[in-house]
């Protein structure tokens, strides 16, 4: 009876946004009297974030502060449309939307500030502190919140945008399956260490390394959240979890969280990450959104691995100990992956 | 213990890394409510009077209802009304016909039969939840179980029994034609038979439950004008709202959806079940309402990741080049479709993964059987066939005796190579990600496979070519189930050719409304591929932030940046970030000198949200109305 180490490896894409499009989502963006921002959009917090990354998206498109931004989601008598949080669509679709808005938002803002300053829009620019200045001429210039007061005060114009982003609606081809499935894809590549108990059929996993390619990490620790929290839901599906034991029978069901298994938080793997950046052309700022991929390479790599330490092939999930137990019986015991 | 590298190093020349906030680890806007407990979620909203809802469910897979008895029910104590399916305005719906997607063919609540473990056939409004428990316990309903079928391929045999009327084969219709989807690219029948090594193998996804903390869950109450507001921790706020909607039989503008935080989703919060439901008992009883699932409901009822059956062959040369690839695979999509159609076609994009392989094809059979409904999950379409694929290259790699990194490095798709779905692959970097992974945890792979790049290589000779392809009409809708066709690989005897070079038009984003809508090209922080050489003219409406040129103007493997075409740049083989001209807008028209008016307003202090009013609870997080 032994511990036997195993190492293994996968790597996949992931398309970002509704597949074949038809997903629109829109956003509003308006300023207040003293030139703060508020974001009215449809889509929802899971989570993930979504507030915050639509806040920084509007935040660097109006060139104001991001303390100067809030975001107010979701409710259907103030908020545009959207499709909603799923299909990695929510930094795509309404990220783009909210561009769009606080774009229009901010043309409005440095027309009033020029009519202020008695220059041409044109030649004006924002510092992202809360002034908007001549460019190449620092000193000639106003405040965001004296540009607003000015505006709806005095000029009377609202410094608002409207934003939406659709993909439209394509189909498949019946015969060949041709498409535009998507507009882009984000990357992963993940090895696994793990060891297995060849007495109880235990996993553990011991450690993760891999890199994750987003497009633009548009928030650095939203990112490491997601791929943090991804990874332990790969391995939980891995090796944990399913709602049906016996698939297809529906029998032995779990009904809650005692009999419905994950890893605790004292499994939680140490993960060694690395971001890779390549941006996309039509995402916001080039981020391609990394929640829904993050998992995805985990649970392909988990099993190689437990082949490479055992010799044993689990194509069916979740890999269980009583899996291992009667793949090392078929076996006569466990065959380490010999040389790759 | 953990550690998160940024690598900047790679793509820098794609990427301008000096944004003002994007980038930054900005705190959520959130996060201070979230940890303090002072966020609001669905259940929070406080009402007098609030009456809560409880499903009647079927104990039977397959069952025919020959009555529903619901007096008893009525006469527990606390019971306000009994709900049945007579009293769902419209009873039959797919979520996905907001997108014109699919055929109706869910009821809210069952009324002729039920079709898996847990559906709802009736339910009861109460003052209390333990009361509405009680006489859901008391509904008795006169069940003539009839044969299920629970597994995906039993489901596609002549003599399965028919689970949902509407889709009378078990499966869904794709395209008015056949039984299921459809990938033909180049022919694997003739690469199969020059591979050095066929390898073949089955994988079996489990189904999942999404396990959010917080359960599905909707309050719904009467607000005036005859409208009803819905608190609810839906995923997709217009979904729900849009499907009430329909159920309900009534304009949009009379619901007031509101929302937009949720204790978790992971694609188990689109099903848009709650919403109706509690809003029908608003509407029946005139009160406030609540009607959530608990954590039976969560894990049992409420749709999981559906199970789904993949087979792999691969046809591998002896240097490890993978020239053929055939799937075939099984979605469980439960009783009734949902979402899962729809994946298939997202499934069906993203196969062979992410690698380029000459001849590709495949059949998904979106199949329908006496179980819970599947529905999305983190990685919907996508998880379990990356599973399998994965397994698969390392079989692959063992078969051909490669180290499995380089396998995959030898075999990914690269800038400009086609892909199954005919369209060209563009920003990629599955190589990179390799490369990095690899050395991050210290496995050693080859200087050649080390000095590869996504950038260079693709799309050249055959890597970007349409090949011609094999076609075959085999699995018209009924045809399996009047057996004439029993095979469900792709076919081994095509009988039709598509011409090489066979492609349509990409589509691409809607271009924007108004041209200042757009964000000016040098500040969205990236390269794109949109107006190089001719100076920007005036910024007429176009595609926003640098949609792709049309597929067909795409250079036939010249450069090897290939979709890229970077600004004019003095090096022609590293092009870098550059900022690009700024554009020239139209002069603003001077706009009317406004009245001169007195002192503006002027707020002495920043705006601040919310109110503290004193003798106010600081532990009371909700509003209470009547």
Redesign the interface.
Known sequence: MAIHKG?????????IGM?????PAQALVHS???G?FMVAL??????Q?M??VT???A???L?V??EDV??D?????T?P???????SRGTHRVG?AV??????AR?QML?AA??ELEV???DLDTD?KGNIHVKGAPSRSITVADTA??A??????TLA?????????????????????????A?????I?LEVDDETGDVEVKEI?????V????????V?QQ??G?AW?GVS?ALY????PQ????DH?????NT?L?PGPGQIV?????????????AP???KGP???C???V???V??AI?NAVGI?C????ITPEKILRGLRANGGARP?Q?? | MSSTEFRKDLFADERDDTLKEIGKPTIRQDILGHVTGRTKYFDDHLFDGLLHMRAVRSPHHHARIRRIDTEAAARMPGVRRVVTAKDVPVNLNTLLSLINFGRDDEPLCAHDKVRFLGETVAWIIADTEREARDAVAQVRVDYEPLPHVLDVEEALKPDAPVVNEVYPNNTFDYHGKYDHQKLRFGDVNAAFARADHVIEAEYQMSPIEQAPIETCGAIAAPEQNGRFVCHTNTQALFFSLGTTAKLLDTPSSRLHFIGGTAGGGFGGKVDSIVEPTAVLGAMLTGRPVKFAWDRYEEMQVGAPRGGERWRIKDGVMRDGTIIAREFTGFFDSGAYMRLSPYAIIKGTGHLPGPYSIPNVASNVYCVVANRTPATAMRGFGITAVDFSIECHMDRVAEAVGMNPIELRILNAYRDGDMKAHRRKAKNTALIECCQVAAGKAGWSISADAMAQSSLRGGGLGERGAIPETATDEEGRIGERRAGRTRDTAPSRQPTGRVPAGHAGQAVTAAPVQNPDMEIEIERIGHRIAAQQGAAPAPRAPQPPAGQPTPPRAAPPAAAPQSSYAPPPSPQATAPTYQQPPAPTPPPAPTPPTPPAASEPYKPEQPFSRGVNRPGTSRFLSGTRRR
């Open positions: 190492r293994g490896f996968a790597c996949i894409n992931y398309p597949n074949l499009g038809g997903d207040t009297p003293d703060k449809s889509a929802i917090d899971l989570g974030g507030k915050s806040r920084q998206i935040s660097e498109t060139g502060p991001v809030y975001v989601t979701a409710d259907s008598d908020g449309h959207d499709m909603g949080s799923f299909a783009n561009i769009r808005a606080s774009a229009e043309k027309e020029a009519e041409n829009a044109s992202g007061m000015a709806q005060f005095k000029q009377g114009r945008g409207r934003g939406i982003f659709l993909i439209p609606p394509s189909d498949a081809d019946a015969e060949t399956g041709e498409m535009t499935p998507v507009t882009c894809f990357h992963a590549a993940l090895v260490d390394n891999s890199a994750y390619e497009g633009r990490a548009l928030n650095p620790k939203l490491e791929l943090i991804g839901m599906h979890e399913t709602t049906e698939y297809p029978k529906r069901g779990p009904q809650d969280f419905y994950m140490p993960h060694n990450i690395a971001v890779l950046e390549r941006p996309a052309e039509d700022f080039g981020g929640g829904e991929m998992a995805n390479p649970l392909p790599a099993a190689n082949y092939r194509d069916r999930l979740p992956q040389v790759r």
